[in-house]
């Protein structure tokens, strides 16, 4: 039987890939003050890799990718992500670099539905800065609409363009959502369960547009899922999250079945 104390046995971040683009040491995190969801999180992620985070409802993935992008103060440790260096809370500089650099699609894509599809991936260049008030595709700049038309190419989308996004299916706005986190061309994206409102099909094909895209630009991807298929399939690292902290961290094709059934034996 695994031994789940050994979380936390991966070497520490420091030991490993000097040029990571993420570094995560001794991360905790409370929401309330009193319980650790994140207890001491060590983690380090290289350029171009594409790193699966799993665990059981309620371990803290979520939590770890809002801390990781500085949309949560942490409660200890320390955050480098894209060299910006941080240990309770980014500071509004280093949030506005971050919010450049890093591209977010959520399971709930987020769309604004009654604006159009191009709307939508255009004001993804304010990066999330803007009002919706007053603005539209028509009021952008013409090389954000090009960009914007670029993107949704990108994710064979281009049609779509003059479409309210609420007239598209979940599988086609998640499409939409890809687009808009790629039009500021980030270096790192960050998708919190990016295939879980879809259907086997859909969801499958959003993860290959994923990595397709992610090799093409150079992006680095950190992405949750609860599909084994996909961080098998997609992922090049695994890392599972247990007990507020790493249960193991391993290449994916290193996943035995022991491993999974150590993280989902029904403790987040
Ligand atoms: N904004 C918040 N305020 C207070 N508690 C929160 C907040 N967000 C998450 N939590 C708590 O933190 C814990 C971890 O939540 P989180 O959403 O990170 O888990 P998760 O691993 O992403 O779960 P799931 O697989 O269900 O998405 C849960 O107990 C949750 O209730
Ligand atoms: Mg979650």
Known sequence: MFDVKVRNA???????????LIRVSGLRKSYDGASMILDGVNLAVSPGERVALIGSNGCGKSTLLKCLIG???????TVRTLGETFDRAPNAGQRASLRQKTGFVFQKHCL???????SNVVHGLLGGKGSWRGFSHATALPEWRQ????????????????SRAEALSGGQQQ??????????RPQLLIADEPAASLDPV????????????????GITLVFTSHDMDHTAEFAT?????????????????AVQSADLEATFDGVA
């Open 10 to 20: 991966v070497p520490p971040a420091g030991d490993r890939r000097e040029e990571a």
């Open 71 to 77: 949309l949560h103060d942490i409660s200890g440790g």
């Open 112 to 118: 604004v539905r009654r604006r159009t599809v191009l």
């Open 147 to 162: 960009r914007a038309r670029d993107a949704l190419s990108e994710v064979s989308l281009a049609d779509k363009a003059m």
């Open 175 to 184: 499409r939409v959502a890809i687009a808009r986190a790629l039009v500021r």
């Open 202 to 217: 859909s969801g499958r094909k959003v993860m290959d547009l994923f990595v397709r895209l992610c090799r093409q630009h």
């Open 237 to 253: 690292r695994v890392v599972a999250l247990k007990r507020g902290g790493v249960l193991f961290d391993k290449p994916a094709g």
